[in-house]
């Protein structure tokens, strides 16, 4: 049976930088920051920087281009690294310059381009200090320096949404301190075993150092919470998807996330992006009394004023959901 097609909306890019500035009037404060007044301190207002490595094994992709032209975060930047896993940059960025192109052919506009960024994973200085840490000063680093200089304002930080390591946003800090005063990062990474957070696999051994960064010196969202993808979209929903390149593109993917059912990366995006999709979330700030592991960063434990956030519990049926409105939504790929 075809799927109902619910209404919808579009916005340009444009308009969701308006709708940005009028949320911004409706924030509270607190710890010291502005933030909506939700779980987290960011919402689908702010603007939003993609970082990934792999292209092939989840949907961040896919929902980050359709809520950016369905009324959520708009998509600012596009960053693209190669991590011990998905070791082969050309390959990584290739596969997002295909999303890029397919969106853009869909009539999805203000798709940002992609920025390749190589970038080793950052060594541990003989001092142990942080700001004794040699920069890659990868390009990945330098487009979150400049985008968030350009984008952000005072109350409205721009995200970086990482699937990856996180060696491009610690490399951001270690070129410009005053990046984390612009950018809030929220990542799909590590583990939650009640009451503590850890900073492990997935993506969280990828690059220890750069966690032992990130999380002392950003505001840091650990989304550690997922889903099995596989229920996005199934064999039976491909001749519902919509028949134009992004259409084709989800239903070529698809042996792919079965393969990966929990590699669902796009936990990040809709930790922030999707109204509800986050249920719970503990308040942190990371544990660093036991020295640095090299295998993964430090604890993240409970406190009430950290500069960190982990969201414990998400509504995955509203990713299926909102992904399928926005699908068939004809306004959603109207010129």
Known sequence: MARRRPPGRRGSWAAAVGAVLLAACTETLDAGYNRPPGLLPVDAA???????????????????????NSGGPPLVGIVVNASKIWGDLSINASGWNDLVTAAQSSGLPNIPSVTASAGAALTIPSDGQIDSTTPNDSAGAQLIRDVSRDVSQPNLPVVVVSGTSLTDLADAYLVDHTVVDRVVVVASLGGYTAPNASMGAPNGDMDPWADWIVSQRFRYVQVSAYYDQTTDVTAADVPDLPPNALGARIANKLPNIIAVPQAADQVALLAMGLPGFTVSVQRVSPDTSGGFDSTEGPPLVPDPN???WVVTQIAAPLAQSRLWQMLLDPRTFSP
Request: charged share 20%.
């Open 46 to 68: 702010n603007p939003v920087i993609l970082y990934e490595d792999d292209w092939s094994g989840d949907w961040l992709g896919e929902y980050a281009v359709l809520l950016a």
């Open 306 to 308: 950290g500069n960190g």
